[in-house]
């Protein structure tokens, strides 16, 4: 089924390892973003994409670092993780407009630092 | 700046009884409008959009949710629930400067429905 495809599902971490969250769309979007997700808090941007080779911060981008790699694939890198990044990690893609149409989501990646 | 504020943040509700979750946004623009559910472990699906024209927009599930640019509300309203619509709700904008759109979320509405 045509979709976002994020890996891994789950992850546990240790305080100050590095790791990479990966995320590929096969709908021909141009745009594609990561969020996290944490209890009572909704959803907070932490970088997008708006085209292939454009990359900018959102709401919550220290700590993380992105990488395009093509107009599929958006990776999310965690240089030393922390506690404090403990969250659920969704991708999400969207078509020229943006998501003014409205995007779509991977299923996410759980994600624990201890 | 945009922001979205859900007022509440859990509904009980009894399966078949109504059921209307509220969503406010502010912002010194026009915005577009969503709400997205989350089912238990999954990601988030678009329920419905207002992107323009009748403020009464109709989309899956027999949800419905209706723009009011005076009160910059855009509550969703369901007549009847079922035991599977308990999941979260989010509410969502994006101003029309963006054009990359770049969404706001809200901080989600936990839906329960019991027998």
């Known amino acids: 089924n045509a979709g976002v495809t994020q890996t891994p599902k789950f992850q546990v971490l240790k305080t100050g390892q590095s790791m990479t969250l990966q995320c590929a769309q096969d709908?021909?979007?141009?745009?594609m973003y990561w969020y996290r997700q944490d209890p009572g808090m909704g959803l907070r941007l932490i970088y997008y994409?708006?085209?292939?080779?454009?990359?900018d911060k959102g709401e919550v981008p220290n700590g993380y670092n992105v990488s395009r790699l093509n107009k599929r694939e958006f990776s999310l890198r965690l240089e030393s993780a922390a506690p404090s990044q403990t969250s659920v990690y969704f991708c999400?893609?969207?078509?020229?407009?943006?998501?003014?149409?409205?995007?779509?989501f991977g299923s996410g990646t759980r994600l624990t630092v201890v | 700046a945009q922001s979205v504020t859900q007022l509440d943040s859990q509904v009980p509700v009894f399966e078949e009884a109504p059921v209307e979750l509220r969503c406010n946004y502010s912002?010194?623009?026009?915005?577009?409008l969503f709400w997205y559910v989350q089912y238990p472990n999954q990601g988030l699906q678009l329920l419905l959009k207002?992107?323009?024209?009748?403020?009464l927009v109709k989309g899956i599930n027999g949800f419905e949710a209706e723009f009011n640019k005076s009160q910059t509300s855009f509550h969703l309203r369901k007549p009847s629930v079922h035991i599977s619509d308990t999941a979260e709700y989010f509410c969502?904008?994006?101003?029309?400067?963006?054009?990359?759109?770049?969404?706001?979320f809200g901080a989600g509405t936990q839906v329960v429905v019991t027998p």
């Open positions: 999400a893609s969207s078509d020229t407009y943006g998501g003014n149409y409205g995007y779509t």
């Open positions: 709908m021909n979007h141009n745009s």
């Open positions: 994409s708006a085209s292939e080779g454009t990359t």
């Open positions: 912002s010194s623009v026009s915005v577009y």
């Open positions: 207002y992107l323009s024209g009748s403020t």
């Open positions: 969502a904008v994006s101003d029309l400067i963006d054009s990359w759109g770049k969404l706001q």
